[in-house]
Nanobody
């Protein structure tokens, strides 16, 4: 049974930083593409960043140069380092694991950017 547990969300001022973590269990982590998605109130869930099993990364245009996704296969964990946060980054952030077109999701962690 796949389990993805996000942590690291919170309230931060504009310009601040947060690091999200997603701990995975129940999968052979190194074989999975991992990703972060977010959903703001009243909006659809959108891709933030992904990282393949081989370490290739992809980012939404809105976060390029500010966010960095990484993975630690020894710890079965994927990270999202978020810098220069903006109010429009406020959302629930979800961890995703994908292999062979099968998706698994975490429950999400709230990020709020406000002064």
């Amino acid at each position: 049974q796949v389990q993805l547990v996000e942590s690291g969300g919170g309230l931060v001022q504009p310009g601040g930083s947060l690091r999200l973590s997603c701990a995975a269990s129940g999968i052979i982590f190194r074989l999975y593409a991992m990703g972060w998605y977010r959903q703001a109130p009243g909006k659809q869930r959108e891709l933030v960043a992904t990282i393949t099993s081989g370490g290739i990364t992809n980012y939404a245009d809105s976060v390029k140069g500010r966010f960095t996704i990484s993975r630690d296969n020894a710890r079965n964990t994927v990270y999202l380092q978020m810098n220069s946060l903006k109010p429009e980054d406020t959302a629930v952030y979800y961890c995703n694991a994908n292999r062979s077109s099968r998706d698994s999701w975490g429950r999400g962690t709230q990020v709020a950017v406000s002064s």
